[in-house]
C-alpha cells in the first residue's frame, strides 16, 4: 500500500515563501515520476510540476516558472516544492503525486498519469 504523507503547508503573506515535503511509503520510490498539483475551490485539480525519478528532468506549469522548485532525495524517499514569491492566486490545497508504472515525465501533467495522492496540504497566501 502505497501513502504519500504532505507536510509544509500553511499561512504566507505575499512575496512569501514555503515549502512543501511530501514522503513516500510502500514502493521503490526512486522509480517513479513524481509530481505536484493544486486545487483552489471551485476549480479543477491541475498540475504545477513533476520530476522524472533521478531527479532531472523537471517540468513545471507556467503560473510556477521561475517561483517553484521542485526537488526529489530518493535516499529519503521524500520529493519537494519550494515555492517562493508566492502570490494570493497561489492559495490551493496542494497534492503531491506519485505516477503510474509506465508514465514519463512528458505525460506528467495530467492528473491520470498519477496512481496515488497524498491527503492534500492547504496554502493560503495572503495580500
Known amino acids: 500500500q502505497v501513502q504519500l504523507v504532505e507536510s509544509g503547508g500553511g499561512l504566507v503573506q505575499a512575496g512569501g515563501s514555503l515549502r512543501l515535503s511530501c514522503a513516500a511509503s510502500?514502493?521503490?520510490?526512486?522509480?517513479?515520476?513524481m509530481g505536484w498539483f493544486r486545487q483552489a475551490p471551485g476549480k479543477e485539480r491541475e498540475f504545477v510540476a513533476a520530476?522524472?525519478?533521478?531527479?532531472?528532468?523537471?517540468h513545471y506549469a507556467d503560473s510556477g516558472k521561475g517561483r517553484f522548485t521542485i526537488s526529489r532525495d530518493n535516499a529519503k524517499n521524500t520529493v519537494y516544492l519550494q515555492m517562493n514569491s508566492l502570490k494570493p492566486e497561489d492559495t490551493a490545497v496542494y497534492y503531491c503525486?506519485?505516477?503510474?508504472?509506465?508514465?514519463?515525465?512528458?505525460?506528467?501533467?495530467?492528473?491520470?498519469?498519477?496512481?496515488?495522492w497524498g491527503q492534500g496540504n492547504q496554502v493560503t497566501v495572503s495580500s
Open positions: 503525486a506519485q505516477a503510474r508504472t509506465s508514465a514519463t515525465i512528458a505525460q506528467a501533467t495530467g492528473v491520470n498519469a498519477y496512481e496515488y
Open positions: 510502500g514502493r521503490t520510490f526512486s522509480s517513479y515520476v
Open positions: 520530476i522524472a525519478w533521478s531527479g532531472y528532468p523537471t
